[in-house]
């Protein structure tokens, strides 16, 4: 799996997402950085309007010619003053639907090895951090750039009309000094970005814990408000400290950089006094008050412009982190193009009805960052139609060798193909899940998600229900869960709810894992009966402890520390005497 670095996305795919963006929505876009530029031209002729205002009021001509010339830019700057704000709204409006709505679908479709990886969430969380307002202050800072640009080339224009070469140049370099302070603040600002993730969301975690619901009883029962407090005050510190270390360093280069800016103004001002000195009388005032304006505008300006560059990198880091996420999904689209898996989630798969067989050969597996392999060398055939368990002991990696068949995974060695031998097809595929999903929605939307294109089937939902044992058939628009005022219900109720989801769905195979852990051991004969009932074209593969279940299945795989070390009936493996007849003889101990 490929490391996640938002410093190496390259400049072109940041700027490519805000082209197709512009493509997309070019008015929010264009509309706001004609009015800057309308704004800065009015800031860049303020020391012209000063000098010719201050002449004509000694020379007694022309004063309401500059009055009005003064009045109308000022009239300019407030029009697009105003319009400034709800312009960005509009802007941030449309941009948050466009990327985050894109963020959003594709962090739902990128493979979910990514998810047991911290860097990811480090990622994630960033990119959904405040999404429209960090979205906002990008374009503002766009825009107070594309601002702060014009008025630097008209400032120095002017300056260099009225004060001369060398007063231009030393405004030049001054400018530079300023702007060359930025590249290292921008470093520290992008490292304290990726420095803060992790104890941020550590001290969201230990937040979360606190407050949760799920989590609450254990909290009381176990006394551990105190404990999870010190942990959640001590993530606090760190990202604290990682703070005040960031800014002690940035202050080392705002101090380099105000101090430049002081000295030009300085110099400025002593040019302007020479300039003014030996100049014609009746122009020495105005080309002083305008020098003296331009110097003053020069060094408000110069910060503000400062400022703008650094948020600017700042902000960027939205662009960086979607451009990242982004690129996750067009590698593993780019990947996933060669083989079976479908991820565009605009198209729905269709139930193949060719019946399919299941063909492992010489598959292994091994989690990002783990030192060995979970699955080593897995070779085993599922006909069509069949029930196959999958039993071993805890972590043997029944669990994964299931995800990896339903798609969720990919091998990284070894083939799993689907109807081999005769044509290779996608099948449609449903689960179980041990950590299903519990959906605070109505009981029809719980089930009716198995097969989202048949979620007005009425009957086929209550039918689902039944199979699955719940009571819930007759109520399908039954809220759930508490939390937005629905019913809560038990953990058998909720699984048996996920089951019929699962069983809901038409798929060409369908993996149960644990389908009966919450179920008492009176219904969960009756519910392994119908999970397991035959169907010619759809095979089941069940993960589970319980060897009552193993024994109503066709074929028994049994894991072991990842390793295929035993497969046949129930019959055949107990007259072998292997680890599965150990197992069974070793749970059948309990209930003689
Ligand atoms: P089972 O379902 O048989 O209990 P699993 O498939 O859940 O086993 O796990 C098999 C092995 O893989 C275990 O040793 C487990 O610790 C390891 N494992 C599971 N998930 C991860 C993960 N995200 N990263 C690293 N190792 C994992």
Not at 496 to 519: C, H, K, Q, Y
Request: aromatic share 10%.
């Amino acid at each position: 799996m490929k490391t996640l670095n938002t410093e190496t996305v390259s400049r072109r795919a940041m700027w490519g997402m805000v082209f197709r963006f512009a493509v997309v929505a070019p008015l929010p876009l264009l509309a706001p950085i004609f009015l800057r530029l309308v704004n800065a031209s009015g800031f860049a002729l303020a020391p012209v309007i000063v000098l010719g205002l201050t002449n004509a009021l000694i020379n007694g001509d022309q004063v309401f010619f500059w009055c009005s010339i003064s009045v109308a830019v000022s009239a300019f700057e407030i029009l697009t003053d105003v319009l400034n704000y709800p312009m960005q709204l509009w802007f941030s409006n449309r941009a948050t639907l466009h990327f985050q709505g894109k963020l959003l679908k594709q962090t739902s479709q990128i493979p979910l090895l990514h998810f047991l990886d911290a860097d990811f969430h480090d990622l994630l969380s960033r990119a959904n951090r405040g999404f429209s307002d960090r979205m906002v202050d990008w374009f503002r800072s766009v825009l107070d750039n594309i601002h702060g640009v014009a008025t630097l080339v008209g400032l120095l224009s002017t300056v260099l009309i009225i004060g001369g070469g060398w007063c231009a140049a030393v405004l030049f370099l001054c400018s530079v000094v300023v702007l060359l302070t930025q590249k290292p603040i921008v470093f520290l600002g992008e490292k304290k970005d990726r420095d803060v993730a992790r104890p941020r969301r550590a001290q969201e975690t230990w937040a979360e814990v606190l407050t949760s619901r799920t989590s609450g009883g254990e909290i009381r029962l176990f006394m551990l408000q105190n404990w999870l407090l010190t942990k959640w005050e001590k993530s606090y510190q760190t990202l604290a400290d990682v703070e005040v270390t960031a800014l002690k360093k940035r202050m080392k280069w705002d101090a380099l950089a105000r101090l430049s800016s002081m000295v030009g103004y300085a110099i400025i001002i002593f040019i302007a006094a020479h300039a003014a000195q030996n100049a014609d009388s009746k122009e020495a005032a105005g080309i002083f008050t305008g020098l003296i304006t331009a110097a003053v505008a020069f060094q408000g300006f110069l910060f503000f412009f400062y400022g703008s560059l650094g948020s600017l990198a700042e902000h960027s880091g939205v662009l960086r982190e979607l451009a990242t996420l982004f690129t996750i999904q067009s590698a593993s689209v780019e990947k996933d193009s060669d083989s079976d898996q479908q991820l565009d989630t605009n198209v729905l798969p269709q139930l193949n009805t060719e019946h399919t067989t299941i063909q492992i050969d010489a598959l292994s597996f091994r989690y990002p960052h783990a030192a060995v392999d979970t699955l080593k060398d897995i070779t085993a055939k599922i006909a069509p139609g069949e029930i196959v368990a999958l039993v071993g002991k805890n972590g043997a990696g029944k669990t994964t060798l299931a995800n990896i068949l339903l798609g969720l995974y990919s091998p990284q060695r070894g083939n799993l193909e689907f109807n081999a031998g005769t044509h290779k097809s996608s099948p449609v595929v449903s689960a179980v899940f041990q950590n299903f999903a519990r959906f605070l929605l109505p009981v029809r939307d719980n089930v009716g998600f198995g097969d989202i294109a048949r979620i007005q089937e009425e009957n086929g939902i209550q039918n689902a229900l039944v199979k699955a044992g719940s009571t819930f058939s007759q109520d399908l628009d039954a809220w759930l869960g508490s939390e937005f005022g629905g019913r809560d219900v038990s953990g058998g109720e909720w699984m048996r709810i996920a089951v019929a989801r699962g069983l809901f769905r038409n798929s060409n195979f369908i993996v149960f894992d644990e389908p009966t852990t919450s179920i008492d051991p009176v219904a969960e004969v009756e519910m392994a009966r119908q999970l397991l009932t035959k169907h010619a074209s759809r095979s089941v593969i069940v993960v589970s402890h319980r060897l009552g279940i193993a024994r109503l299945c066709d074929q028994i795989l049994v894991l072991d520390a990842g390793r295929l070390v035993e497969q046949g009936s129930h019959d055949e493996l107990i007259s072998s005497g292997g680890l599965y007849a150990k197992m069974w003889n070793a749970q059948a101990a309990w209930y003689t």
